[in-house]
């Protein structure tokens, strides 16, 4: 494995940042959390950083928490779906709703993020950017 200094990750990969921390910024705001401090991008280490009020609230915690896993997610569809479309287009007929099966997303999430190391978001986010596209075309093309 190719070993790559942080800081060369975080300034190649700054716009992730910020939506990383722009994502975990509004499920603060969207439960009403205070933000104390918002760094969005420095090349030190962490890359950004939000800091909120604390919360006894298990949910908001917990969406803060994984909500920029929620967001990229979302926008990784947003804007690699539509590359897929002009393929297959033509051949769709009808759509389907999509019902997934949720998993323990913080044990994932804590596996995912030592998985980093050895390059399990960069897997991720092409299995997400060419996968997702792919199997909800798949179900719209008869």
Same mark, same amino acid.
């Not at 190719?2 to 942080?6: E, L, N």
């Not at 393929?87 to 051949?91: G, L, Q, R, S, Y």
């Not at 997934?100 to 596996?111: C, E, F, Q, R, T």
């Given at each position: 494995m190719?070993?790559?200094?942080?800081p060369v990750i975080a300034a190649l990969t700054f716009p992730g940042v910020i939506v990383h921390e722009a994502a975990h910024m509004l499920f603060c705001r969207l439960f009403g959390l205070a933000v104390l401090d918002v760094c969005f991008m420095r090349l030190g280490n962490p890359a950004g950083y939000v800091v909120h009020e604390?919360?006894?609230?298990?949910?908001?915690?917990? %969406? =803060? /928490?994984?909500g920029?896993?929620?967001?990229?997610?979302?926008l990784c569809v947003v804007f690699c779906l539509p590359a897929f479309i002009p393929?297959?287009?033509?051949?769709a007929k009808r759509g389907n709703v999509l019902a997934?099966?949720?998993?323990? %997303? =913080? /044990?994932?999430?804590?596996?995912?993020?030592l998985a980093s190391i050895v390059w399990a978001?960069?897997?991720?986010?092409?299995?997400?950017?060419?996968?997702i596209p792919m199997l909800v075309l798949r179900w719209w093309v008869v």
């Open positions: 190719i070993f790559i200094p942080g604390p919360t006894e609230r298990f949910g908001a915690a917990f %969406l =803060v /928490g994984i920029p896993f929620i967001v990229n997610t979302a393929v297959a287009w033509p051949a997934l099966a949720s998993l323990p %997303l =913080v /044990g994932v999430l804590y596996v995912a993020n978001d960069a897997f991720y986010s092409i299995g997400v950017g060419m996968g």
